[in-house]
């Protein structure tokens, strides 16, 4: 089990970007991966992205591709979604997950508590 803490949520306008952080502490195996999921208000938790911890992999929601991107830095156990050209539907609360089995069993994913991002129109 590994625990997560998001950072870097905030109100930005939309066109403008913004960077979240999420710090793992625990130990992470080759299997795992890191991924971001996002939830908006009366809305299902929605996959955005997610990384493969060995090799740095990073895949999208196609929606979302050329938008954002996700990037680690394994030595500070950390990983990034940088968000870029924000639009008010990706106001939500994101959520950081790491998943043992590199991204099969997201339902079984240690996860932080969420930061909240918004964009204002």
């Known amino acids: 089990q590994v625990q997560l803490v998001e950072s870097g949520g905030g109100l930005v306008q939309a066109g403008g970007s913004l960077r979240v952080s999420c710090a793992v502490s625990?130990?992470?195996?080759?299997?795992?991966?890191l991924g971001w999921f996002r939830q908006a208000p009366g809305k299902e938790r929605e996959f955005v992205a997610a990384?493969?911890?060995?090799?740095?992999?990073?895949y999208y929601l196609d929606s979302l591709k050329g938008r954002f991107t996700m990037s680690r830095d394994n030595v500070k156990n950390t990983v990034y979604l940088l968000m870029n050209s924000l639009k008010p539907e990706d106001t939500a609360v994101y959520y950081c997950?790491?998943?043992?089995?590199?991204?099969?069993?997201?339902?079984?994913?240690?996860w932080g508590q969420g930061t909240q991002v918004t964009v204002s129109s």
């Open positions: 997950g790491a998943d043992r089995t590199g991204g099969s069993s997201w339902h079984l994913a240690d």
């Open positions: 625990g130990h992470l195996y080759s299997s795992h991966a």
């Open positions: 990384i493969k911890w060995s090799d740095g992999t990073a």
